[in-house]
Nanobody
Framework: QVHVVESGGGVVRAGESLTLSCVAS????????LGWLRQKPGKGLETVAG????????YYEDSVKGRFTVTGDAAKNTVFLQMNNLAPEDTAVYHC????????????????WGQGTQVTVSS
């Protein structure tokens, strides 16, 4: 089981930056990579980014490549999402998640995501 708690959301203007933080815990936490999902208004969950615990490789959804950076500390079970040049279409609830990065894709483990933190970007 893995429990994640995220923080750092807020309201910003287009072009500004935000950094989200997440701390993961639980008896199985070391078996999982960490990443981020988001849910835009009226839409389903989509994977935004992921970070491999073993080799530091990363995954990014196409629309955030070059703007978002995922980092973390495997020993501390933390993951961060630095979001630059935010756009109104990035408005969403962002959820930290545990999963697996495989074949340059990130697969969230079912149910292993937090309550989420709201990011709102105004134009």
């Amino acid at each position: 089981q893995v429990h994640v708690v995220e923080s750092g959301g807020g309201v910003v203007r287009a072009g500004e930056s935000l950094t989200l933080s997440c701390v993961a815990s639980g008896p199985s936490v070391s078996s999982y990579d960490l990443g981020w999902l988001r849910q835009k208004p009226g839409k389903g969950l989509e994977t935004v980014a992921g970070l491999s615990r073993s080799d530091g490789s990363t995954y990014y959804e196409d629309s955030v490549k070059g703007r978002f950076t995922v980092t973390g500390d495997a020993a501390k079970n933390t993951v961060f999402l630095q979001m630059n040049n935010l756009a109104p279409e990035d408005t969403a609830v962002y959820h930290c998640t545990a999963g697996h990065l495989r074949s340059e894709d990130f697969f969230p483990a079912a149910g292993y995501w937090g309550q989420g933190t709201q990011v709102t970007v105004s134009s």
